[in-house]
């Protein structure tokens, strides 16, 4: 699925550190079930996290780093809260987990090489998927193959996506949504800044 794309020694290195440190994540705390690694498999490995390099993480792999990357930023946000609104870890690394699994199908290789080389679009949308948000993908994922949430994981999951004019998800919100959220979008903000040359 990525023939197109060129792969780099530094691409390859990076897919499989982000591998075995996910590998190693899920089994500490017990997120992912068999069933949902067998349904995501490779695929879920080697997706990228947008279609365009003028957004984010648009090359083999770059779900999977964007995950690490958003769990970095939202173990940080945690600790610097007060006590009494910090949530639990294994929460926090769960939700993180599943909060974008729901793209690892959703997009597929430009096959227009003048549309990757003139305007950096490296992926497609994948028309024959069933349109939902992806948080709400994601949820749908995990609930189908076994991965158990909490009303507030799975707030988190199928909130972090949504437009601060969704004023249910902005206003009521639990901590562990807000925290998604920002995490999220400080990713996005280093992936952009960083991983130019992939």
Known sequence: MCSIIYMSKKLKDKIERNTKKFYATNEKYGIFTPEILEFLGESFITAPASTMKSLHNAFPGGLLDHIITTTKYAVDINLTLPEELRVENESLV????????????????????????????????????????????????ALTYGVEMSENEYQAVINYDKSDEDKQSKWHSCTLSTIIKQANELAIIEEKKLNDGY
Do not use: P
């Open 94 to 141: 769960k939700v993180c987990f599943i909060h974008q699994i729901g793209k690892t199908f959703l997009y597929k290789m430009c096959e227009s090489e003048w549309h990757r080389v003139n305007q950096g679009k490296m992926y497609e949308f994948n028309d024959e998927l069933t349109s939902m948000k992806v948080g709400e993908r994601s949820a749908y994922y």
